[in-house]
């Protein structure tokens, strides 16, 4: 073999051993991720009678009682109890989430939500859409695309004003690093600045929540002092 064939056969060979690496190490990070893709579905779901008392949870009786309350299913979100009111009360799972969120796929997370009328003819079609498309096996990447077209075509719409949503469960649990965190309200708005609300400025109450922009909308979230029961939240680390 002479010195140019070598020196090219030497080069490939490094080459490869480079992609493997970097393959390995890929599939290294991604086993280090505490929920890489999607659980059984099995464990999402919930028991339908304790399903619906959780998601009446996330708001004060006199609102809860007369919502319309929605459960998951095996093929997506259904009505199981009618409302007069206007409000819908259901409990989201992860994938409500931003898709790059630790906690995309966790299992675990509950967050019961009660939407007032507003809120309701935006996010639960938002939340019903992104439930189909992960029921379906579709990818993260996919579900971007999905989303993003369901917007183009008017099936989704940005929020109205108005929107707004109680999320005062004691029972919620937000994920891993969240857990309990505090009973809060939730205002969901069209794209904005969140300096147009004072959010995330020092002592101000106001919080801006992290969200995927191809959603059209930006949340803020205020935090309060009671849960939903009436009983005081308890400071804690988060």
């Known amino acids: ?57 996330a708001a004060p009786e006199p609102i809860s009682l007369d919502a319309e309350v929605m459960v998951l299913g095996r093929h997506g979100y259904e009505t199981a109890v009618k409302g007069t009111n206007g409000f819908v009360c259901m409990v989201e799972r992860s994938w409500a989430a ?6 995309f796929w966790n299992p675990k997370l509950r967050a019961p939500i009660c939407l007032n009328p507003p809120a309701a003819r935006s996010n639960v079609p938002l939340t019903t859409k992104k439930t189909e498309f992960v029921l379906a096996a579709r990818s993260k990447a996919q579900i971007v695309e999905d989303i993003k077209a369901a917007f183009e075509k008017k099936e989704l719409t940005a929020p109205e ?3 707004m949503c109680y999320m005062m469960s004691k029972q919620q ?6 857990g309990h965190w505090h ?5 969901f ?31 803020f979230l205020v935090p309060v002092a009671k849960w939903s029961d009436g009983t005081a939240d308890l400071p ?3």
């Open 1 to 57: 073999m002479n010195g140019g064939k070598f020196i090219v056969v030497v080069s490939l060979i490094f080459a490869l051993i480079l992609a493997f690496g970097a393959s390995w190490q890929m599939r290294a990070q991604d086993n280090k991720a505490p929920y890489p893709n999607m659980a059984p579905l099995d464990q999402y779901l919930m028991e339908r009678n304790a399903e619906i008392a959780l998601a009446r949870s």
């Open 98 to 103: 931003e898709i790059d969120n630790p906690d």
């Open 161 to 163: 004003p108005g929107a």
């Open 173 to 178: 649990y937000l994920g891993d690093s969240n």
């Open 183 to 187: 009973p809060h309200l939730m205002f």
């Open 189 to 219: 708005v069209q794209l904005t600045d969140s300096a147009a609300w004072g959010a995330d400025s020092p002592r101000s109450p106001v919080l801006t929540l992290p969200v995927d922009t191809w959603e059209r909308r930006t949340v």
């Open 236 to 238: 804690t680390k988060h």
